[in-house]
């Protein structure tokens, strides 16, 4: 079985610019997550789908980060501009039904280093 | 604000030793709990869950849960240098995402 799929691996970027990560979670998994895990800390959630609709965004910073799921599948998080305190690994994670978190797959997250 | 709180340690024993790791989480509603392991630029992976008061063991791991007191531990026997890592502890209700908290870091030194 395939895992959850993340890229890229890295990006740097300068502070002001813009980014997007991709993440492709296990197949029939109907729920997928962002969290940012800024290092020293643990996962934050930024967002939660259900299938393609939103179930929790209520950390998600709205006014620079931006994420959609289209068709119920692939995921993109963006963030633009970007700040320096947005230095951080952005997770993806999924599961087959929500909260089943025995169920929860992590990808190998996105480093991102903003200067 | 639901809150997962834990000692960021890092918490040091040698091999062979009983290492202790303890959390406390705010959200009384919360029904389901783990334990996640995370080696250094590595994804978190689960290692325990724990939904009932008690003890649960798996391995050298034991989950061990006291809703009342709002408090979770991990406790591991037999400690391996291979066991070092941050433990992160994680809890949610039904249908809601997970809480993490800020992780212990564990040195297990041979």
């Known amino acids: 079985e395939a895992g959850v799929a993340q890229s890229p691996r890295y990006k740097i970027i300068e502070k002001r610019q813009s980014v997007a990560f991709w993440c492709n979670p296990i197949?029939?998994?109907?729920?997928l997550y962002w969290y940012q895990q800024i290092l020293g800390q643990g996962p934050k959630l930024l967002i939660q789908f259900q299938n393609n609709g939103v179930v929790d965004d209520s950390q998600l910073p709205k006014d620079r980060f931006s994420a959609e799921r289209l068709k119920g599948v692939d995921s993109t998080l963006k963030i633009q501009p970007a700040k320096l305190e947005d230095s951080a690994v952005y997770l993806c994670?999924?599961?087959?039904?929500?909260?089943?978190?025995?169920?929860?797959?992590f990808g190998s997250g996105t480093q991102l280093s903003v200067l | 604000q639901k809150e997962v709180e834990q000692n960021s340690g890092p918490l040091s024993v040698p091999e062979g030793a009983i290492a202790s790791l303890n959390c406390t989480y705010s959200?009384?509603?919360?029904?389901?709990f783990f334990w996640y392991r995370q080696y250094s630029g590595k994804s978190p992976e689960l290692i325990m869950s724990i939904y009932s008061n008690g003890d649960k063991e798996d391995g050298r791991f034991t989950a061990q849960l006291n809703k009342a007191s709002q408090y979770v531990s991990l406790l591991i026997r037999d400690s391996q240098p291979s066991d070092s890592a941050t433990y992160l502890c994680a809890v949610n209700q039904a249908g809601t995402a997970l809480i993490f908290g800020k992780g212990t870091t564990l040195s297990v030194s041979s």
């Open positions: 197949s029939g998994h109907a729920t």
């Open positions: 994670a999924s599961s087959l039904v929500t909260g089943t978190a025995d169920k929860l797959f």
């Open positions: 959200d009384r509603g919360s029904q389901s």
